[in-house]
């Protein structure tokens, strides 16, 4: 019964629509899946973009990704990379540092058009929700170790250290992609573009728009907390079997893997 009655007043809004102005919205969301206002969103991502430190030659850094540094310093190799040990970033409990640190959020996007009958005897609204437009932006930034002076470095050794770095960058990278997954990316999308129906009370024309903007959100706010709780079982699952994505032994891995990529 109920959904033939859904049924009617979606064809009767096709003949006879209250209609409303296309409006557009959007939700962001840190790394854990909290709410964060749009401003605070960008600025804490955006306000230390520049920066004076640079990265060694042939270390590849990405367009849509920002980067902060912290300084080490050596006159050998094995020196700067106790440094990095030393000085890196320090977790969210303050016991331990790590090499590298990513941050991350992101924010859904969509743009919306509607209309809408009045059941007089239920008092109920039937709004009938057109999607036209969805986005999902993200948010990353990677913290990296920057060396302050290579001019003790011999060739060989500014090399190993460019080697190291760009070894220690391929690791955040790797999940910087399982952040920006298509897959995931995709079915969220897809699940805010089949929002179509609402139902609630009439509380008078005027508070038509506004029930359904909120109803959208709380929709939209699901569907964000959903693709981020998937996004950190992936970056999870990505630790685990990479040792805290290659961290935890990054000189005996960096090492090892010297042969392959010794310099000329």
Request: glycine letters at 6%; charged letters at 30%.
């Amino acid at each position: 019964m109920g959904k033939n009655i859904c049924c009617l007043f979606l064809f009767l809004l096709a003949f006879f629509p209250a209609t409303g102005s296309v409006s557009a919205a959007s939700v962001e969301f840190d790394s854990r899946g909290n709410l964060m206002s749009s401003d605070a969103g960008s600025s804490e991502f955006i306000t230390r973009r520049a920066s004076k430190f640079t990265v060694p030659e042939g270390v590849r850094l990405q367009k849509d990704i920002i980067y902060e540094y912290y300084p080490v310093f050596g006159k050998t190799f094995s020196e700067i990379v106790r440094s990095v040990e030393e000085n890196g970033p320090l977790s969210r409990t303050g016991n331990t540092r790590s090499k590298t640190k990513l941050e991350w959020g992101l924010g859904l996007s969509y743009q919306f058009d509607y209309s809408y009958g009045v059941d007089e005897d239920e008092n109920k609204v039937h709004a009938a929700v057109d999607i036209l437009d969805t986005d999902i932006n993200y948010r990353i930034k990677i913290t990296l170790p920057t060396l302050l002076d290579d001019t003790p470095l011999n060739p060989i050794e500014k090399k190993l250290w460019a080697a190291y770095l760009q070894l220690l960058l391929e690791n955040e990278h790797e999940r910087a992609g399982i952040i920006r997954d298509i897959n995931l990316r995709n079915k969220a999308l897809e699940a805010i573009k089949e929002i179509s129906y609402f139902i609630f009370d009439y509380k008078g024309d005027a508070a038509v728009e506004n029930t359904i903007n909120a109803s959208l959100k709380d929709d939209a706010v699901k569907i964000g907390r959903e693709l981020i709780k998937k996004i950190n079982e992936r970056l999870n699952d990505y630790d685990r079997k990479t040792e805290k994505g290659g961290k935890a032994d990054m000189p005996e891995r960096f090492f090892t893997r010297q042969p392959e990529q010794s310099p000329d």
